[in-house]
């Protein structure tokens, strides 16, 4: 079974099968981390002279560039920046098509998450996104996240807010640590990334260091207008006004369109 990729493209040179996009993915297939995306069956492949070899040339009177070259080179694309995305393995390969909304303001986050993905990149205020745990806040930025990977061949990454992620950052500061030195490419590379999902954003029990640490990523991003998605068990409208003097959730507020998720605990259906 194959379903369409809804990727927009007004070059009509494709057929509608692969809604004149060029590829067609799998609907049905292992969460393991493989392409689930291949080269049109109907406008693509009948063409195709080089067998899908890599670097998709192929021999005739002189090497030649195969129709399907610029096809097979951007799922090739899509796929490289998928695998260092970062999105867990359990999260990965997801689409909107999956998410059930299960009450009104999942609904609602589902509307939101749409619209990004059908407008992108002209879209201007990112999302955070707040309620209980258990309510699928963590796919649902995922499924954005995999969306706009997978249209747009888009540069993103998935960054979780744990004690490890600040041990790993704090470790780069460690002379005798194998990442020392790194953290300013590490901030570099979050700053600068086209896309960023921050998972459990937000916490009090941060220290001061890894206040000013989220603080300076958020400011980052606001200065460099780069999309962020943002996700927190709990209302940024508390949670954050004492956190930095209130300059996160300000920057925040200007950011992102802040909505809610609350509801029963449904992970157990995922
Ligand atoms: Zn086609
Ligand atoms: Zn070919």
């Known amino acids: 079974m194959q379903k369409k990729v809804c990727e927009r493209n007004s070059d009509k040179k494709f057929c509608s099968f692969c809604d ?3 590829i067609v993915r799998h609907s049905y297939f292992e969460h393991t981390g493989e392409m689930p995306m291949e080269p049109c069956p109907h406008c693509i492949v009948p063409h195709c002279r080089c067998g899908g070899e890599d670097p998709y040339y192929y021999f005739d009177d002189g090497i030649k560039e195969c129709y399907c070259r610029p096809i097979r080179m ?9 695998q260092r995305s970062g999105i867990d393995k359990r999260y990965r390969w997801r689409f909107i098509n999956e998410y059930q909304s299960r ?3 999942s609904e609602a986050a589902k509307l939101a998450a749409y619209e990004i993905i059908q407008k992108f990149p002209n879209v201007d205020k990112g999302l955070f996104i707040w309620g209980n745990p258990g309510t699928g806040k963590t796919f649902l930025s995922t499924i954005i996240l ?23 950052l704090r470790s780069t500061f460690v002379e005798t640590s194998e990442t020392y030195g790194t953290s300013s490419a590490i ?19 941060d220290s001061p260091w890894e ?8 400011d980052a991003r606001y200065e460099a207008e780069k999309f962020t998605i943002f996700t927190s068990n709990n209302n940024p409208h508390k949670s954050l006004t004492d956190i930095a003097g209130g300059r996160i959730l300000s920057r925040i507020k200007e950011m992102c369109r ?13």
């Not at 951007?74 to 998928?82: C, G, T």
């Not at 206040?211 to 958020?218: A, G, R």
């Open 187 to 205: 901030e570099k590379e979050f700053a600068e990334v086209d896309v960023l999902v921050v998972d459990d954003f937000g916490t009090q029990r």
């Open 74 to 82: 951007k799922i090739d694309l899509i796929n490289q920046i998928y």
């Open 103 to 105: 009450n009104k303001m």
């Open 211 to 218: 206040q000013e640490t989220l603080y300076n990523l958020v």
């Open 20 to 22: 004149h996009t060029g």
């Open 146 to 168: 995999t969306e706009l990977i997978t249209r747009y061949a888009i540069e993103g990454r998935y960054i979780k807010i744990t004690r490890g992620f600040f041990n790993r």
């Open 258 to 270: 802040i909505v809610e998720i609350s509801g029963q605990d449904f992970r157990d259906s995922l």
